[in-house]
């Protein structure tokens, strides 16, 4: 079965800190791995997927299929990437999706 | 359209009244989502349309869960008999998902309907 993993619910940092929000899967086919952000008052949206390896935000994320994660990570945390952050993963010709709990960044000035 | 739209933005119900959400994907996707959205629940997983048929079902609540799609495009989610467990906000999504194509099946989302049922 599908199921995408977001330990944290809520984590808090320092403008200037590096940041990492956990996301851990479980599939036993190939997984399409995503980001996705809401911010405050705006729609859900796609931040970045594992097949692109891009910098998005000065995000990245990794997939590592040895310990199925997808942790994503920032160097240097801003006040606006406060935000709620989904974890999603899409089966094997990528149309079912599911997603995490999610995980609310709070970045304190 | 120009995105995802849905109606209502806010719906307050009695409990053990019907209601129905509606979902306008943008046009050409083939793709329509279901989610709920709830404090503590994250984004669960509800239905999902490729054109008019739903492959999965398997996150409808209960049975007072339906939902369709019609002409491959508006889809109506339906709650009858409505519980006070049901308030939370439902999503639509969609995408034009590419075979084959890994990381292809990006979703937009729409606002969301806010349901309360008091």
């Known amino acids: 079965a599908q199921r995408v993993t977001q330990p944290e619910k809520l984590l808090s940092v320092f403008k200037g800190a590096p940041v990492e929000l956990k996301c851990n899967y479980s599939?036993?086919?190939?997984?399409?791995l995503f980001w996705y952000v809401q911010y405050s008052r705006q729609r859900l949206q796609l931040l970045l997927r594992?097949?692109s390896r891009e910098s998005i935000k000065g995000f990245t994320a990794d997939l590592n299929k040895g310990e199925t994660s997808f942790h994503l990570k920032k160097p240097f945390a801003q006040e606006e990437d406060s935000a709620m952050y989904y974890c999603?993963?899409?089966?094997?010709?990528?149309?079912?999706?599911?997603f995490g709990a999610g995980t609310r960044l709070f970045v304190k000035a | 359209g120009a995105g995802v739209s849905q109606s209502p933005s806010n719906k307050v119900t009695e409990k053990g009244k019907d209601v129905e959400l509606r979902c306008d994907p943008i046009s050409g996707h083939t793709a329509l989502y279901w989610y709920r959205q709830s404090l503590g629940q994250g984004l669960e997983f509800l239905i999902y349309f490729q054109g008019n048929s739903a492959p999965d079902k398997s996150g409808l609540p209960s049975d007072r869960f339906s939902a369709e799609r019609t002409g491959g495009s508006v889809s109506t989610l339906t709650i009858q008999r409505t519980q006070q467990e049901d308030s939370a906000v439902y999503l639509c999504a969609s995408s034009f998902p590419t075979s084959g194509v890994t990381g292809a099946n990006v979703l937009t989302f729409g606002a969301g309907s806010r349901l309360t049922v008091l």
């Open positions: 599939y036993s086919g190939s997984p399409e």
């Open positions: 594992h097949i």
């Open positions: 999603a993963l899409s089966n094997t010709g990528g149309f079912k999706t599911i």
